[in-house]
């Protein structure tokens, strides 16, 4: 078993009096690739935003590589770390491709690293290259999805929050985001968090996963056993 990278005791998050999670522990063992399945409004992007800073938790304690980071601004997070991919990848429209990947990168005094970081996402991501000089906001859905995951590289971390990457692209675009997202953990040794609503796509390429329901874990298991039990699929993922 690897080190755990990023541990969460039983934290509470809320927005005024909505309780959206509700005692969630979780562990992410460094260098693999962990999901957390959920239907809709289960609280799995609160979780992420929890974690990133950007909501602060009622309860409980986070700790990312052995420190702890409970309540933390998000820019330090991201400082530490941990990058975050949002839903809904909220790319800097009026951008360009080019200089939405630089902000990714704006906490990094490393040059050389920087730069070969950039040759790393092109070589993920072609289209990217092609469009560097585009503004963001006329670039498909897919390209954004694609470049809201590479900026997150940008900032050089060790752990990267993916929220939804699938959410309005077509089946064969979201199978080639998938492929990257391996890729990224194999290649680079990116631990990922991903959190899905399309569990078939996660399960295969996780290896640990955690089922949320109603802002609680429910269940938990290596998703080679996850992907085996069929009422899972059916009563908490809607899958048939
Ligand atoms: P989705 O896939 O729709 O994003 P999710 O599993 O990520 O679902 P969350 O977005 O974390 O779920 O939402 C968890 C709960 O918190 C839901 O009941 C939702 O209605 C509520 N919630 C989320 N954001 C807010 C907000 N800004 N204000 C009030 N309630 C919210």
């Known amino acids: 078993m690897n080190e755990a990278i990023l541990a969460l005791a039983n934290v509470e998050s809320a927005y005024g009096p909505v309780k959206a999670i509700r005692g969630v522990s979780l562990t992410v063992a460094e260098g693999r690739i962990v999901t957390v399945l959920g239907s809709n409004g289960a609280g799995k992007t609160t979780i992420l935003k ?3 800073g950007i909501i ?3 309860k409980g304690s986070i700790r990312f590589r052995g420190e702890d980071i409970t309540a933390h601004e998000p820019s330090e997070v991201v400082r530490r770390g941990l990058s975050h ?4 990848r909220e790319v800097f429209p009026l951008l360009s491709v080019h200089d939405n990947l630089l902000m990714g990168a704006y906490t990094r005094r490393d040059r050389d690293g920087v730069a070969r970081d950039m040759e790393t996402v092109f070589g993920y991501f072609p289209i990217l290259r092609e469009r560097a000089r585009q503004d963001a906001g006329l670039l498909s859905g897919g390209q954004q999805q694609m470049l809201a995951i590479a900026r997150a590289i940008l900032a050089g971390p060790a752990l990267i929050l993916l929220d939804e990457p699938s959410l309005g692209l077509s ?3 979201t199978k080639e985001i998938f492929e990257i997202v391996v890729r990224i953990n194999r290649e680079r040794g990116t631990t990922i968090l991903l959190v899905e609503q399309n569990a078939n796509m996660a399960l295969n390429v996780a290896d640990h996963g955690y089922v949320l329901e109603n802002g609680r874990i429910v269940m938990e298991d290596t998703c080679e056993r996850l992907r085996e039990k069929d009422d899972i699929k059916e009563f908490y993922l809607g899958m048939k």
């Not at 991919?85 to 809904?88: A, N, Q, R």
Request: charged residues 30%.
């Open 171 to 173: 089946p064969r675009l």
């Open 50 to 52: 929890t974690i990133s």
């Open 56 to 58: 602060d938790p009622r």
């Open 85 to 88: 991919v949002p839903e809904g």
